[in-house]
């Protein structure tokens, strides 16, 4: 069974650091593009930072120079480093996945999420 299992969330001040972390495990033959999404209360989910095998990165504009994605293939993890971190990144945020399972197929992954509050 293939599962993508965030960590790294939790309660930080304005302008402070977290760094999310998520490793993918099971049967696992390839990794493609992974990404960071978030979903605020009564908002919805919304992408954040992505990065593809060849490490070719996205941020939306809400995050960038604030956040930076990188990815770690020898141990199927994806990180989201976060910085300088505001009231309004607070979220549950989810991590995404292309993966080529033991079935020899891409699918999409999702993680379950973290929660992210940001006191002002």
């Known amino acids: 069974q293939v599962q993508l299992v965030e960590s790294g969330g939790g309660l930080v001040q304005y302008g402070g650091s977290l760094r999310l972390s998520c490793v993918a495990s099971?049967?696992?033959?390839?990794?493609?593009?992974m990404s960071w999404y978030r979903q605020a209360p009564g908002k919805q989910r919304e992408l954040v930072a992505t990065i593809t095998d060849d490490r070719s990165t996205n941020y939306a504009d809400s995050v960038k120079g604030r956040f930076t994605i990188s990815r770690d293939n020898a141990k199927n993890t994806v990180y989201l480093q976060m910085a300088s971190l505001l009231p309004e990144d607070t979220a549950v945020y989810y991590c995404n996945a292309r993966l080529l399972t033991g079935m020899i197929r891409w699918d999409y992954y999702w993680g379950q999420g973290t929660q992210v509050t940001v006191s002002s």
């Open positions: 099971g049967s696992i033959r390839g990794i493609g593009t």
